[in-house]
């Protein structure tokens, strides 16, 4: 809860003062008004019984006067009650006040919410996937227990000085019945999925769309508009985080990430191949101590045609020594029609081998495998790899491996076409006279 009071709109119902909410309440000490808006208010308290600092929050009266409403309450209250996760906000009770207010009582979180932090200065990428990443986490644990959010926002989304995140505001969730939604499904409607907006039936997707939504808005300082805007507009990252916020915000759920947990794994590998694109060179060693090197005889000084045949023929070679690096494992063996990579199947000594010597002969796939562990340990699908968080997380990191794959035979690609015309070229090397030669 943000120590500042924040209004985002006007409330809409008389808001009880401290004095009024300690005569309802005597078992807390009201401290003060933390925020207030349409639905409803929040205070913080202290319960000396248990020595503790809490958030209480209550509705509007007329919410508790309606029998039906009053009765969901109490069942989604003890629902979420139940949500004891590290990124949740913990419900502790709830009840109705004399004054008919329906109240939660909550845990007290010394932060900001992610609203202020978008707009009072912009996040890193580093920052924002790593939030991000801990929302999805929270939307995985409720999801399993049944639960939806509906009303995932900046606002509900609070983060300490740790940069930890508590979603809360849980106060418009509800059990995943399956239900349609009612005429007025409440909600914030730059974050709702068309089928909140629709009246349909919704489920847990709804909170994946608004999740999608919120880091687009981490990412550009804005919620999206229509037809949306690239990210790449707005920040310098990459245009997949563009393709993750299209599938997770798709107007079709049956086309969106079906699990939180999946679109954390794609987060987290999207962030793990910009962090390696973006990591400066390694140290090199301290170099041994030498005895001083012997005078050397001066250099031969070769004429400039001589220069540019020895250039152009050290450029052939590294060329080609890179070409047999990289097709050194399809080739090695047999040729292409035996190679894993080319559409036949490994063979058991080459599976040993390749994992014997994952880590010395590919870093930067060893630390991608590395992430997926982490990704099983975040969502808990280590402990049950049976589950469907399971089986999205071997989806999503089959699909990176295999783009993976697919960008370095890319790579590889284009070097055997720039080596094959760097040797005809008669004069120097350059790109410009490479695109002069393919004209």
């Known amino acids: 809860m943000p120590e500042e009071t924040v209004s985002a709109e006007?409330?809409?119902?008389?808001?009880?003062?401290?004095?009024?909410?300690?005569?309802?309440?005597?078992?807390?000490?009201?401290?003060?008004?933390?925020?207030?808006?349409?639905?409803?208010?929040?205070?913080?308290?202290?319960?000396?019984?248990?020595?503790?600092?809490?958030?209480?929050?209550?509705?509007?009266?007329?919410?508790?006067?309606?029998?039906?409403?009053?009765?969901?309450?109490?069942?989604?209250?003890?629902?979420?009650?139940?949500?004891?996760?590290?990124?949740?906000?913990?419900?502790?009770?709830?009840?109705?006040?004399?004054?008919?207010?329906?109240?939660?009582?909550?845990?007290?979180?010394?932060?900001?919410?992610?609203?202020?932090?978008?707009?009072?200065?912009?996040?890193?990428?580093?920052?924002?996937?790593?939030?991000?990443?801990?929302?999805?986490?929270?939307?995985?644990?409720?999801?399993?227990?049944?639960?939806?959010?509906?009303?995932?926002?900046?606002?509900?989304?609070?983060?300490?000085?740790?940069?930890?995140?508590?979603?809360?505001?849980?106060?418009?969730?509800?059990?995943?019945?399956?239900?349609?939604?009612?005429?007025?499904?409440?909600?914030?409607?730059?974050?709702?999925?068309?089928?909140?907006?629709?009246?349909?039936?919704?489920?847990?997707?709804?909170?994946?769309?608004?999740?999608?939504?919120?880091?687009?808005?981490?990412?550009?300082?804005?919620?999206?508009?229509?037809?949306?805007?690239?990210?790449?507009?707005?920040?310098?990252?990459?245009?997949?985080?563009?393709?993750?916020?299209?599938?997770?915000?798709?107007?079709?759920?049956?086309?969106?990430?079906?699990d939180a947990g999946e679109l954390r794994a794609y987060i987290n590998a999207a962030m793990k191949q910009h962090a390696e694109k973006e990591a400066p060179p390694a140290p090199e060693k301290e170099k041994e101590k030498r005895p001083p090197a012997p005078p050397q005889k001066p250099a031969v000084r070769l004429t400039q045609q001589q220069q540019l045949m020895l250039l152009l023929g050290v450029v052939v070679v590294v060329m080609g020594g890179l070409l047999a690096l990289i097709f050194w494992p399809s080739s090695h063996g047999g040729g292409h029609g035996s190679s894993a990579g080319a559409g036949g199947e490994a063979t058991p000594a080459e599976v040993r081998q390749v994992m014997q010597k994952l880590e010395q002969t590919d870093a930067e796939l060893a630390r991608m495998v590395n992430s997926f562990a982490e990704d099983w340990a975040a969502t808990g699908a280590d402990k049950n790899p049976g589950s469907p968080t399971a089986e999205k997380l071997r989806a999503a990191q089959h699909a990176t491996v295999l783009a993976k794959a697919k960008d370095r035979l890319e790579a590889a690609r284009r070097a055997e076409i720039v080596a094959a015309e760097l040797e005809k070229l008669k004069g120097a090397p350059s790109i410009k006279a490479l695109k002069q030669a393919a004209e």
Request: with cysteine; proline share 5%; charged share 25%.
């Open 10 to 258: 006007p409330p809409s119902f008389d808001v009880p003062s401290i004095e009024a909410m300690s005569a309802y309440l005597p078992q807390f000490k009201f401290e003060k008004l933390a925020a207030c808006g349409g639905m409803g208010a929040v205070y913080k308290a202290y319960q000396e019984s248990l020595d503790r600092r809490v958030a209480v929050k209550i509705l509007p009266p007329e919410f508790g006067a309606e029998k039906e409403f009053a009765d969901r309450f109490r069942v989604e209250a003890r629902a979420m009650a139940k949500l004891n996760h590290t990124n949740i906000v913990g419900v502790y009770d709830f009840g109705i006040t004399g004054g008919g207010h329906l109240y939660l009582v909550m845990e007290w979180i010394e932060g900001k919410s992610l609203h202020d932090l978008i707009h009072k200065g912009s996040l890193s990428l580093r920052k924002a996937t790593n939030l991000a990443m801990q929302l999805c986490e929270a939307l995985s644990f409720a999801h399993e227990h049944q639960i939806i959010h509906r009303d995932i926002k900046p606002g509900n989304i609070m983060v300490n000085d740790a940069d930890h995140v508590k979603v809360a505001d849980f106060g418009l969730a509800r059990p995943n019945t399956g239900e349609a939604e009612e005429e007025n499904p409440f909600g914030t409607p730059d974050y709702a999925a068309p089928e909140i907006r629709g009246g349909s039936v919704v489920d847990h997707r709804v909170d994946i769309y608004a999740a999608g939504v919120v880091l687009y808005e981490m990412l550009t300082g804005r919620v999206p508009e229509e037809p949306r805007r690239s990210v790449t507009e707005f920040a310098k990252v990459s245009t997949r985080w563009d393709d993750i916020i299209a599938k997770a915000t798709h107007a079709d759920r049956e086309k969106r990430y079906q």
